[in-house]
């Protein structure tokens, strides 16, 4: 039987990347907008995708901030997992070794060395060679790949998938992509039943129902029989 060809995001889904340039861009800008405590809210400190402006930072900070990050060359290597990620990658480093699955990473990182930096990254939490694939546009590279499963946390990119007919398609449950399902924040359309909404993105339509959405990593591997619980 042929191996499940998986691809997962890695900022949101396995790494913490929001806390980090949190306080980069409160550097930038010489003051720290957040809520006072915010580094004990998690998640939840981070209310949509665009939160650095939702807080007031200004353009020229943001800039800055996302400058200083792409010129650090270990900017991306430092960043720290999410408390669930070894034990998601101990299992799929698992499932690679047993020839189950070809695994791949995609992200969207830019900057000084952010692909070696992040495969030194993986490589450091067990995972032999991992395959990382630096990209802005990901529909692409997963038709390319015949991936079989892709879990990210951007509403956009998985609604872009879902459209290009990819299967195995998984929306990580995060409080910066609940206001694109749940208000204007996402341009939607009401349908006939109450229960429904499209969102319409472009040429692009699909209704939230089609979207398979989880609140983990392993819930996705679960649902697609790569991860049985004892």
């Known amino acids: 039987m042929a191996s499940k060809r998986i691809v997962c995001d890695l900022d ?22 957040l809520p006072e405590g915010w580094e004990q809210l998690g998640h939840n400190a981070f209310p949509c995708w665009n939160w650095d402006r939702h807080y007031g930072y200004s353009e020229v900070s943001c800039e800055l901030a996302r400058h200083w990050m792409q010129e650090d060359h270990v900017f991306w290597y430092r960043l720290p997992a999410l408390p669930e990620a070894q034990v998601v990658l101990d299992k799929l480093n698992g499932l690679v ?5 070809d695994l791949y ?5 830019m900057g000084a060395r952010a692909k070696q930096s992040t495969e030194m990254w ?6 032999v060679s991992p395959t990382v694939i630096v990209t802005g546009n990901k529909v692409p590279v997963l038709k390319g790949l015949g991936a079989d499963f892709f879990i990210d946390d951007r509403l956009e ?9 990819l299967p195995g398609v998984y929306l990580l449950d995060r409080p910066w992509n609940r206001v694109g399902r749940h208000d204007a924040g996402c341009p939607a359309i009401a349908d006939d039943e109450s229960d429904q909404v499209l969102y319409d993105y472009g040429d692009c339509v699909c209704s939230l129902r089609d979207l398979h ?8 591997l679960e649902l697609e029989g790569l991860w049985i619980s004892q």
């Open 213 to 220: 959405v989880v609140e983990t990593v392993q819930e996705a």
């Open 157 to 165: 990119t998985v609604i872009q998938v879902h459209k290009a007919g």
């Open 122 to 127: 993986l490589w450091d939490r067990g995972l």
């Open 105 to 109: 990473f995609i992200t969207q990182r």
């Open 12 to 33: 949101g889904c396995l790494v913490d990347w929001n806390t980090p340039f949190a306080k980069l861009l409160a550097k930038a800008h010489g003051e720290d907008l």
């Open 97 to 101: 070794n047993a020839d189950e699955i």
